[in-house]
């Protein structure tokens, strides 16, 4: 497992939080993710022979959001 920081723009509530933390149930390899959109990031952690950080990050770009690698 595989534990990444991303930071996250264009997050303005408790719901995008909870958008991206779907994530989890929708995305397979997604173990754990932990979003906040007070510091504008979130962790995640994942197995890396099933998800790539740039599927990951395409994720979050469908949900309407912007990631970088921390």
Do not use: N, W
Not at 31 to 59: F, K, L, N, P
């Amino acid at each position: 497992m595989k534990r990444q920081v991303f930071i996250i723009h264009h997050m303005s509530c408790s719901g995008c939080a909870l958008r991206l933390q779907g994530l989890e149930d929708s995305l397979p390899g997604v173990r754990q993710v932990d979003a906040s959109y007070h510091r504008a990031r979130m962790e995640v952690v994942y197995d890396e022979g099933q998800v790539t950080e740039e599927e990951i990050i395409e994720a979050v770009r469908s949900l309407g959001y912007e990631a970088e690698r921390s």
